[in-house]
């Protein structure tokens, strides 16, 4: 499959422990953020978003925690399996712009 | 509910050329974002369309622009290609143009330029 970045900073888990992916975002103003996950090949999949005026979010097996005071969102994820390895993006919008997108990490699931 | 479609997949061209691409939203969902994705510059976004009007434009040349139908389906063109822009195009929807819209991405389509 295509190489999404060849030089992007990973997170080894091993399988079965809970796994915190962290990005720091640009613009203090922005107000809406979602957390995607692309696999080898494929276009990026919406995990969970947020919006500025909550500070947590909780999905199936996912949680996102957003603290403005440091421009910090992170995505939990919670007894990490094998099909989790991916490269995780967050993305953040303020009204009328367009989502700007973090570089990505990319988490390897060890057996 | 189909996702987002985009075809083709793959695409070789060679420099000079120019290419099209396209995209069709999830059905009901009326805003399209374009974006170019490399290993070295990530995600990057070009523009979006919402009702058939460009309502944003990311930094990129104008050889690279874009349209939307009253279907919603979106096309995007790259004139006098270069080898820089050999990349994964990627295609996503939302229902509308507003803040917070959950933002669907389609597979892509990969850009060779030799």
Known sequence: GESVGLHLPTLSVQEGDNSIINCAYSNSASDYFIWYKQESGKGPQFII????N???????????????????????????????????????????????????????VLP | KAGVTQTPRYLIKTRGQQVTLS???????????????????????????????????????GRFSGRQFSNSRSEMN???????????????SSPSAGTYNEQFFGPGTRLTVL
């Open chain 1, 49 to 52: 978003d947020i919006r500025s």
């Open chain 2, 23 to 61: 995209c069709s939203p999830i059905s009901g969902h009326r805003s399209v974002s374009w974006y170019q994705q490399t290993p070295g510059q990530g995600l990057q976004f070009l523009f979006e369309y919402f009702s058939e009007t460009q309502r944003n434009k990311g930094n990129f040349p």
């Open chain 1, 54 to 108: 909550m500070d947590k979010r909780q999905g199936q097996r996912v949680t996102v925690l957003l603290n403005k005071t440091v421009k910090h969102l992170s995505l939990q994820i919670a007894a990490t399996q094998p099909g989790d390895s991916a490269v995780y993006f967050c993305a953040e919008k303020l009204y009328g712009q367009n989502f700007v997108f973090g570089p990505g990490t990319r988490l390897s």
């Open chain 2, 78 to 92: 790259v004139s006098t290609l270069e080898l820089g822009d050999s990349a994964l195009y990627l295609c996503a």
